[in-house]
């Protein structure tokens, strides 16, 4: 027996939709932060999206570029060591001022 809804008529057919088309994958590298796939997406990262979600700031690269994700930590230790190192001397210089 078919099932009712709370008024007892049948339930009307799922309605028809479209076949879902595959859309083209590139691999795409983030000019600037952004999201995409529910994950943060850092400068220099290369990722695969789908052809019609390109955003501003991707930008295509050859599909053989290997693909590669900044994670957070790399993140954190990249700012670290860019502060290091502007906080480094520059070789070459006297220490004592003489």
Known sequence: MPPRNNRGAKNPAAPQTEPKVKAKR???RATRTGYYD???RREGDVFIVDECDLGTWM???HSSTPESI???QGAIDK???EVLAARAPA???DQDGL
């Open 91 to 93: 070789s070459g210089i």
């Open 38 to 40: 529910h994950a943060r």
């Open 59 to 61: 930008e295509r690269v």
């Open 26 to 28: 590139i691999k795409v």
């Open 70 to 72: 900044t994670t957070a």
């Open 79 to 81: 700012a670290h060591d």
